[in-house]
């Protein structure tokens, strides 16, 4: 199984994070020249980039965490390259598994890949889907800045002429932009929910399917989530609200490993949707 985990896929990957890495450098170089020429002074420009380091931390171990769910499949280099570029919890997930039922890999992430064609297939997916975004970026971005500048500035002069302001969208892109982003976001949870709760698998591979283990992480996940959110809001914790979804998931992840030991071994396999 080394095709999955070999050096040559290291040293590709290495190359890949060490170009994002020296990217991330560059431009902070730079920054800090231009906020120097600016006059800004350098507690502010060391507070900048404290909290940029800071805000990364939760999609961090939300990377982590996809990690952790696709390397039992897929292994190691292929989840690190795709979530450390341009790539999310949602999108890599889906994009696996869709490949995954497309080549006729059954199980889903829960079973390992064997066959190098079927894993060459999903890697292939996995990062040709995600690059339509910086080839449709070009051309939508500009625009759609431009759209945004115009309703803030419409805003502006509506206060100034004691306009009150609408709390509703003005409609157009942006307002199409507020609707659509959440629905999708929501569509997606709704997916991995119905299927934690129903979906339906092969009875002879544990794990393809709903069953008990899946309610439980489901379960854990959201109670926790919800928790964690409601503290952040009750004691005005705006530093953890950008952890509470990747604090959910490892600790449901962590649940799962502890109940499949402690469970007894016919509940912790049975699986209504197998």
Not at 81 to 99: D, F, K
Not at 104 to 110: C, I, K, N, Q
Not at 197 to 216: M, N, Q, R, T
């Amino acid at each position: 199984m080394d095709f999955k985990e070999s050096t040559g896929l290291y040293l590709i990957a290495s190359g890949v994070i060490i170009f994002v890495l020296a990217q991330s450098i560059f431009f902070l170089v730079k920054a800090l020249k231009q906020g120097k020429a600016l006059g800004i002074d350098k507690s502010k420009l060391r507070n900048a980039i404290t909290s940029s380091a800071l805000f990364t931390v939760p999609s961090a171990l939300s990377i982590l965490a996809t990690v952790i769910a696709l390397a039992p499949s897929l292994g190691l280099v292929i989840p690190w390259v795709r979530l450390s570029v341009i790539g999310n919890l949602m999108y890599e997930t889906t994009a696996a598994e869709n490949a995954m039922e497309g080549l006729g890999h059954v199980g889903g992430t829960a079973v390992e890949v064997t066959d190098p064609a079927v894993f060459a297939g999903i890697a292939w997916v996995m990062t040709l889907g995600i690059c339509f975004s910086l080839v449709i970026l070009p051309f939508v971005a500009k625009p759609l800045h431009k759209k945004m500048l115009s309703l803030g500035k419409k805003d502006e002069a509506k206060e100034e002429t004691g306009e009150k302001k609408e709390k509703k969208s003005d409609g157009g892109i942006a307002g199409f932009i507020d609707l659509l982003t959440p629905a999708v976001f929501i569509g997606l949870i709704g997916a991995f929910i119905a299927r934690a709760i129903a979906g339906a698998g092969k009875p002879e591979i544990f794990g393809d399917g709903a069953g008990v283990l899946s309610v439980i992480t489901l379960v854990v996940a959201v109670v926790v989530s919800l928790i964690f959110e409601v503290v952040a809001k009750k004691c005005k914790l705006t530093w953890l609200e950008p952890f509470v979804m990747p604090i959910g998931m490892i600790v449901a992840m962590v649940v799962a490993v502890i109940m499949y030991n402690v469970l007894p071994p016919e509940l912790a396999i049975m699986e209504w949707r197998g």
